[in-house]
């Protein structure tokens, strides 16, 4: 099985996409690895998400975030329904890589590493609430004029929450 994915998320001139999974009996996402950054969200149900060989149990309303090319996987805990979303989006889609300080500060030292944004939002702490809440701002966001906007304005601001 082919662990790197060659999936485009979203389009070339907006590179994001949200996905919603259903599972019938237990949390189940082959073991796989892409460039762009992942916001998963556990929407119904629990289970482990394996990042990188770390082991992280998600509980309904709870996140996770996925770094690039970071191998990732999801096990069930029970034979029980899990639903949940992800927000798949590539780096470019905060800016440029050139002589851009968004890019600069925030976006290049989580790909190369050197800046570690927290696996896991449970929701307990204050800005876990809110980068939880940006996420279902971001799932539930209705499809109309001005969405892109909408989808890249919660994006960033979700961005912000984990990077402080």
């Not at 082919?2 to 189940?28: L, M, N, S």
């Not at 300080?101 to 800005?127: F, I, K, T």
Request: glycine residues 8%; proline residues 6%; hydrophobic residues 40%.
């Amino acid at each position: 099985m082919a662990v790197h994915k060659e999936i485009p998320h979203g389009k070339p001139d907006f590179p994001i996409e949200i996905y919603e999974t259903q599972c019938e009996d237990g949390f189940r996402l082959y073991p796989h690895l892409h460039e762009e950054f992942e916001f998963l969200v556990m929407a119904k149900g629990s289970g482990i998400l394996r990042i990188d060989g770390d082991s992280h149990r998600l509980s309904e309303g709870q996140g996770a975030f996925v770094n690039s090319e970071s191998i990732h996987l999801g096990i069930p805990d029970s034979h029980e329904p899990v639903s949940f979303f992800a927000v798949v989006f590539s780096p470019r889609i905060f800016g440029s890589y050139l002589n851009d300080v968004v890019m600069d500060q925030y976006v290049s030292p989580v790909v190369r590493g050197s800046l570690r944004l927290p696996a896991v939002c449970s929701g307990e702490d204050n800005w876990q609430a809110q980068a939880l809440g940006t996420a279902w701002d971001m799932y539930e966001l209705p499809h109309q004029t001005g969405y892109e906007l909408e989808l890249k304005s919660r994006l960033f601001h979700l961005w912000a929450i984990l990077c402080a």
